[in-house]
């Protein structure tokens, strides 16, 4: 039985690892999605902004002025409407002209990933970029183009923070998005952080920075250990405040190939693993009961097989007191044929031998006369061959004929 449990909880281990490493898939493929989604709105956006010849003709001058007017309210409603967290009007040396999320930022010389790849391929790009400030935000750059001549180029962006709770309904699950503390500095972080008014935890882990979360509070079990342990490619489970945890490790790609951060996917498995320990005590409960069926069945059964034993072994006694009566009645049956072939025998020789002795009698009162002592010897005689005859005849009847096996050959048989 014990074994039985060990063998199902090591099969419902496998089965949950399966689902963890399935979920996971599914949050990396549901995210690339989203990302994917978000991309095309931008780019609808984008080219709306190109298609208004105002605006195209502020952008020409570098009117920023006249940019903020005729785009401020625009980017309002991206921002409420569709969380755009970013809009940049970059000149064509790479320099930016105006950021409607940090107007008093400008002048200052790009060379993000996304911005790079679409001047050298003067086409759209998008991808994930981590920021100075720790903001890992989806950038699509366009090269803005009229009549043949760059203008420049439009960049909008937006931080993913709001795809964690889409991911989280979608999937039932908690996500952990966790930024490579290479690629920042407290100073920056902690700026960031004020800029954006966003949450983070800089201090939780020594190797990552904490950018966002969808549960309330971390479990306290999660550690810099046990998040190497995840980053490695292998999954944990933990419990808290009698919760169990099944958590695993989705890396994070920015626009550039390289690896800035992770997703740590928590699945909360208290009701599964209580649902499975119930099963495990029902299938245990089942397996008692029908091995006491069986033990009650075998116990039935050797209790008949005991009293059928019982039954023989008694009626082999009973047959064989009667084996041994019946040989004492034909002991008793033989010596009683004995006993009568010996009075027999007794008087088959008594006749002869009263006859000797009463011959004998008479020879010796007429020793005088030799022919009668004669005729009396010879009836002694005669009556000694009888006595030796029928000895002879009662040996020849108890002997016990035998035979000689001998060649002989069949031609004399034949003749």
């Not at 989604?37 to 570098?62: H, S, V, Y």
């Not at 008692?288 to 116990?299: D, E, M, N, P, S």
């Amino acid at each position: 039985m014990c074994v039985f449990a060990v063998a199902i909880y090591n099969i419902e281990a496998r089965i949950r690892d399966r689902d963890l490493a399935e979920r996971s898939a599914a949050v990396a493929k549901l995210f690339a999605q989203k990302l994917d989604k978000d991309t095309n709105l931008m780019l609808a956006t984008l080219r709306a902004m190109m298609a208004n010849e105002a605006i195209q003709a502020a952008f020409r001058r570098g009117d920023r002025t006249a940019l903020a007017q005729l785009g401020g309210e625009l980017f309002r409603s991206l921002s409420t409407a569709h969380r755009i967290t970013h809009l940049y009007f970059i000149r064509p040396d790479l320099v930016s002209l105006y950021r409607f999320h940090s107007p008093a930022e400008f002048g200052d010389e790009i060379h993000r990933v996304t911005l790079l790849k679409a001047r050298e391929e003067q086409k759209a790009a998008h991808g994930l970029e981590l920021g100075p400030m720790g903001t890992l935000t989806l950038r699509l750059v366009m090269p803005w183009r009229q009549g043949g001549e760059l203008l420049g180029y439009l960049e909008i962006g937006e931080e993913i923070e709001h795809l964690l709770d889409e991911i989280r309904y979608s999937l039932g699950i908690d996500l952990l998005v966790l930024v490579d503390k290479r690629y920042l500095t407290p100073e920056q972080w902690r700026r960031g952080l004020d800029l954006m008014q966003r949450n983070g935890n800089w201090e939780r882990f020594a190797s990552h920075a904490v950018l966002a979360q969808t549960a309330e509070e971390l479990p306290a079990a999660l550690d810099e250990r046990l998040l190497r342990q995840l980053l490695g490619g292998r999954t944990a489970e933990i419990r808290d405040f009698g919760r169990s945890i099944h958590l695993a490790g989705v890396p994070i790609h920015d626009a550039g190939k390289r690896h800035v951060g992770d997703l740590v996917v928590m699945r909360d498995i208290t009701a599964l693993e209580s649902t499975f320990q119930w099963s495990i005590v029902a299938v245990i409960l089942i397996s008692l009961l029908a091995a006491g069926g069986v033990l009650g069945i075998f116990y039935l059964a050797l209790e008949r097989v005991e009293r059928d034993y019982r039954r023989q072994h008694d009626l082999e006694h009973r047959l064989l007191r009667l084996d041994s009566e019946h040989r004492r009645i034909l002991q008793l049956e033989k010596l009683s044929a004995v006993g009568t072939m010996v009075g027999g025998i007794a008087h088959q020789l008594n006749n002869p031998l009263v006859g000797v002795v009463n011959l004998a009698q008479l020879a010796e009162r007429e020793a005088d006369d030799p022919a009668r002592t004669r005729e009396l010897l010879r009836e002694i005689r005669s009556a000694g061959e009888d006595c030796r005859d029928f000895v002879k005849r009662m040996l020849g009847f108890s002997k016990v004929s035998c035979f000689e096996g001998k060649p002989t050959p069949m031609a004399e048989l034949i003749d």
